[in-house]
């Protein structure tokens, strides 16, 4: 392959090849490599003028490069190009003495007679020009082939006339096939699987539905039995997957999975979080190897409410008062956790009142997952209120007696 060098030690390569046979064949003549504008600036007044005007893909191995990346983006191989480059050769001279007509006969007669670029052809070139020193072209697989292009009138009009915008000068087109430029980037390739394994598992376990034991139409909370109703759910090593906890249930059938979440042990509790999230039953499949295998069933949504703690009744401690208002600081511990990430919110509801007044406030910000929430209230009325946090809206729920509820409840005086 070539490195970015590889085109413009073609054109050069071409332009030597091509000085040396003209000079013999017209005196003075020489070879340019510019465009050929209207002012005629760098072009010969005898000579030619070879300019590159096209870059294409090459056909044969435009299909060569496909998937040099895998799917996550790392590289199999360096990448490559393969390019067919197009030349106008221009001749310039005398037109009484032939001249223009005399180079393009020794142009064609030179390309005829060396219409491959050889490695020797190429070294030569690189070695009498600073500019191309590291270029690998002669190190390409593939050599360049130098043919001429069918180019009848119409096409060299449009030429001229597109790129040029200037009188038509004896022209000839070339094309030189094919240029392969690899890329810098380096492939990766992870070393041989020294054997493969196959091994058939259990059918997937399916989840129909996700109830309470208490048999109540709401979101679950730590103090819950959760019954998982499917198909195909005993298996080995069952294990019941809500959020990133993962908990070992109490009884399984195959039918049926029953998971005390207060009897759990603390280690499995304190992964659980409160709020939204998924809940999955996986199980593991062990081969004669030891090797282990995953497999989980469908997903269902699962919404873990938080409690208000009985082990520490919410705290106002008032920071400021304002007329019959006031700011405070309250502290409520939740019996699960809160991650840094998770929108929670204190709900207050003025308690004993005929027209009670409510409020919403925004917990502060988290540095780490804990059970402890803390609210800053600004402007709120002096009173007791019920309170409720609500975690991804996952609300915490109120305790009643008989017909009225009792807590939790924060005074703030």
């Given amino acids: 392959m070539s490195n970015y060098l590889a085109i413009a030690t073609v054109t050069a390569t071409l332009q030597r090849i091509v000085q040396g046979a003209i000079q013999q064949d017209v005196a003075g003549a020489r070879v340019t490599t510019v465009r050929p504008d209207a002012n005629g600036s760098g072009t010969p007044e005898v000579g030619v003028n070879i300019y590159m005007y096209q870059a294409s893909p090459n ?58 670029l050889t490695q020797e052809m190429i070294s030569e070139t690189i070695l009498n020009s600073e500019l191309l020193a590291g270029s690998t072209l002669a190190d390409q697989v593939e050599k360049v082939t130098l043919t001429p292009a069918p180019m009848n009138t119409e096409e060299l009009s449009k030429i001229w006339s597109v790129f040029f915008q200037t009188p038509y000068t004896l022209s000839f087109a070339y094309q030189g096939s094919t240029v392969l430029i690899e890329g810098d980037k380096p492939g990766k390739s992870a070393i041989p699987v020294q054997g493969r394994q196959f091994f058939v598992t259990a059918t997937q376990s399916v989840i129909n539905q996700v109830i309470s034991e208490k048999g109540i139409s709401r979101h679950f909370v730590l103090n819950d039995t959760i019954i998982v109703g499917g198909r195909r759910l005993d298996s080995n090593n069952v294990k019941v997957k809500i959020g990133d906890a993962t908990l070992t249930p109490n009884e399984i059938s195959d039918t049926e999975i029953k998971l005390n979440l207060a009897q759990l042990p603390a280690a499995e509790i304190n992964t659980l979080r409160a709020g939204v999230q998924t809940l999955q039953i996986v199980h593991s499949e062990e081969n004669s190897n030891s090797n282990y295998g995953i497999i989980g069933s469908n997903i269902l949504p699962f919404v873990l409410c938080p409690t208000v703690s009985k082990d520490q009744n919410p705290q106002a401690v008032v920071t400021g008062y304002e007329n019959n208002t006031c700011d405070a600081i309250i502290r409520i511990l939740l019996d699960l956790r809160v991650d840094i990430g998770q929108r929670v919110f204190l709900l207050l509801n003025e308690r004993n009142s005929v027209d009670p007044l409510s409020y919403v406030f925004p917990s502060q910000q988290r540095s780490e997952s804990t059970r402890e929430m803390v609210f800053a209230v600004k402007n709120i009325n002096l009173g007791e209120y019920f309170v409720r946090v609500q975690v991804d809206g996952a609300e915490s729920l109120l305790e009643t007696n008989s017909d009225e509820y009792i807590y939790p409840v924060v005074e703030i005086r």
Avoid: C, H
């Fill in 59 to 116: 056909p044969a191995w435009r299909n060569a490069d496909l998937r040099t990346t895998r799917p996550k983006g790392n590289l199999s191989k360096q990448a490559q190009a393969g390019l067919d480059l197009y030349y106008l050769m221009t001749f310039y001279g005398n037109d009484v003495e032939y001249e223009p007509q005399r180079l393009l006969g020794s142009t064609v007669r030179t390309l005829i007679d060396q219409p491959i």
